[in-house]
């Protein structure tokens, strides 16, 4: 029988150690929402333009040394991609990234960049998972999933620690009271989870890929529809939550909400007003889930803005709307 491991909040303050030893704290900035002062965490502005640095960082630099050489394997339609892609790169790492045919051009872009080598696939039910299981065997590489590892979720939930200092710096005694975070397959909310134990979590995703929503409301896993509606939220195109995710939100009682397209489409004009920053569809789930009323906002709230990798022109027609 396997033992897996299982995510700490020991790990969680291990990863922030790593993760401050080589990068500075993302930005966190304060905006109101209907007259409540609310902290945006910008780990839109992390060197790969998303969070998913943190865990990468954390997942590898726990690889031993001699089996560094035969590198690491994840499978991604993006941001994890870059992240493994950077943290091979820093460690001297080969790394291959299985990534969708229809994945954003600048995420596929950027993963090369930061020299992994990319194999397409189609963006069909478990396809890349099992091209990239099937690497990782044949290479005796090490398979890096994008949510369900330990070290993953320990690594991404360094944010949460990281914020919470960041709360003390700016004097706001009473900490962090409330975590609002983008969910796809729950990596970040679960390392929140265990970083920020007195917090509340509430987990966003985009309508119809709400799958972690309806699982912590069911009590059990819920799988995305095979007739899941079109996204602009690549990123939380997750069809199966998996269970080290749901075991520590479920255990937290994290609650979930859903938002629409049109409303993560005025998330992102409000963080470009607002923030003056740049964020993705999948990004701004959170803040949409504020604006639309379905978060009420409170003294002592975390949004955290995960990603700012956008498509240029498809971002520009995003600014050009009203709706």
Known sequence: MTIVRQPTRAGVRDAA???AAILPPTPLF?????GVEVAFKAESLQPIGAFKIRGAWHRLTAI??????????AFSSGNHAQGVAWAARELG?????VMPEDAPRVKRDSTLSLGAEVVGCDRGKG???KI?????HARGAVLVPSFDDAWVIEGQGSVGIEAEDQFEE???DDGIVHVVTPCGGGGLAAGLALALPDAAITVVEPEGWDDMRRSLEAG???????EAPPTACDSLQTRRVSQLTFDVLSRRSATGVAVAEAEIRTAQRWAAHNLRIVVEPGGAVAIAALLAGKVTPEEGMLVIVSGGNVDADAYAAVLGRDD
């Open 17 to 19: 150690a790593k993760v």
């Open 220 to 226: 059990w896993i819920e799988e995305a529809a095979d």
């Open 93 to 97: 790492m080969p790394a291959v990234i």
């Open 64 to 73: 031993d040394e001699s089996q560094r050489s035969k590198g690491v394997v």
């Open 30 to 34: 304060f905006a109101e929402i209907k």
């Open 170 to 172: 700016f004097g706001l």
């Open 127 to 129: 396809v890349r998972e």
């Open 132 to 136: 990239a299981a099937h690497l990782a």
